[in-house]
């Protein structure tokens, strides 16, 4: 398994991106499969009206949906920081040849964030119906169009020399490549997956038969989704990709998600079937969707590994890292990681009382 034959540094390195990628993820998951359940709604809308439970789940989804991109900014910022250090050349080289499309997540997700406000307000709730499905695929696409740059970027930073000279002179904005539609699909229906434990834990003890149902359904969907998406993106991967990921400790990590997604698709089926939403099988569901989310993002090192290897650029990434960990820093990072943690503890401190006060 590749992440063993790494040195001590890059290991630490490496250990440290792909948990922060998890929880970035788990937030990113909230944001984009709550979009798309809007959306769906919103739009669904406009020719009829919808029940109490689809209601229930919308207007949990859109009281939280602001924070929740602040969230997934706010944890996307470590794993940038990491992935720096473990792929300086491939990372900057991406996201110099994207440019104009790379900077655009920028505004893109300012403008996101004014309409996610907008949709809470009552000035909105009061226009038609087209008018909220308008507002509500515009979040969405501003989200895909985020998560497709991710992507594109990932896969451009695969790519190698080769293929970055000629988009470059070629001044291409999109690159292009089997895998982005599969790789995005698995992401983007995978999200609903996650979406649906993070609301059962919302929604948890305000919930009824049709409303456990629906979250079993999106749970489901996101699972099974995320299985066949990534089937499909198994048949554009590269050969070598195909090679690595048979060895027997990758085939353990694949197993493995597999397994946490056969676990969280038991528990909601249990949970619809019952129409209950049970904690041990809420717990269940959770533990299978945490693993599945684990080991995929393990999985998705591997597909770099192999991709840098190929194009020469995995031993001067190694050695890079190896020399940046020369450089320490510790003290400057343990100072802080402590200073920062007495604000946010003093900030959360200072809300928790101001509701205290508020509801008294
Ligand atoms: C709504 C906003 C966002 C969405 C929907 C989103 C979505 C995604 C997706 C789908 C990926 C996986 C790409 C792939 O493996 O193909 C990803 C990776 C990543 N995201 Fe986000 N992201 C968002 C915001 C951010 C922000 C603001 C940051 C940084 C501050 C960030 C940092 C990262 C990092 C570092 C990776 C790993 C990149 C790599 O390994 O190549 N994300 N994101």
């Not at 439970?53 to 990491?82: H, N, R, Y």
């Not at 895998?179 to 834990?201: D, F, K, N, Q, Y």
């Not at 090192?301 to 031993?315: F, G, P, S």
């Amino acid at each position: 398994m590749f992440l063993l034959e790494l040195p001590t540094a890059n290991l630490l390195y490496l250990v440290l991106y792909l948990a922060t990628l998890v929880l970035h993820v788990v937030a990113m998951n909230y944001v984009v499969g709550g979009a798309m359940v809007v959306a769906g709604a919103a739009v669904f809308k406009v020719f009829r009206g919808y029940c109490d439970a689809t209601q229930a789940i919308v207007d949990k989804i859109v009281d939280w949906l602001p924070l929740a991109l602040g969230v997934t900014i706010t944890l996307g910022v470590a794993p940038i920081l990491f992935i720096q250090l473990l792929y300086k050349h491939a990372f900057y080289t991406a996201n110099l040849l994207l440019f104009h499309r790379w900077m655009a997540i920028l505004p893109v997700l300012i403008a996101a964030f004014y309409l996610l406000y907008l949709q809470k307000t009552n000035w909105i709730q009061q226009r038609a119906a087209f008018v909220r499905a308008l507002v509500a695929l515009g979040v969405l696409g501003m989200f895909l169009f985020v998560a497709w740059s991710w992507s594109e970027n990932h896969l451009l930073s695969l790519a190698g020399e080769g293929e970055w000279v000629e988009h470059y002179s070629a001044a291409r904005n999109w690159h292009r490549s089997g895998e982005l539609l599969p790789r995005l699909a698995m992401w983007v229906i995978g999200a609903l997956a996650t979406l649906s434990v993070i609301l059962a834990w919302q929604l948890r003890g305000r919930t009824t038969t049709a409303v456990v149902r629906r979250l079993a359904g999106i749970g489901i969907t996101g699972g099974v989704g995320a299985a066949a998406a990534g089937a499909w993106y198994w048949t554009e991967l590269p050969t070598e990709a195909k090679l690595a990921i048979r060895q027997p400790a990758h085939l353990v990590v694949l197993a493995t998600a597999a397994a946490g997604l056969v676990v969280m698709l038991a528990a909601w089926g249990h949970m619809a079937r019952t129409g209950r939403l049970s904690t041990v099988w809420l717990w269940w569901a959770t533990a299978g969707i945490a693993v599945a989310i684990a080991a995929a993002t393990v999985l998705r090192e591997v597909r770099r590994y192999v991709a840098l290897h190929t194009v020469d650029q995995w031993e001067p990434a190694v050695e890079a890292a190896i020399n940046a960990a020369r450089l320490q820093g510790f003290g400057v990072f343990a100072l802080f990681l402590v200073i920062n943690t007495l604000v946010i503890v003093w900030l959360i401190a200072r809300v928790r009382s101001r509701l205290h006060a508020h509801a008294n």
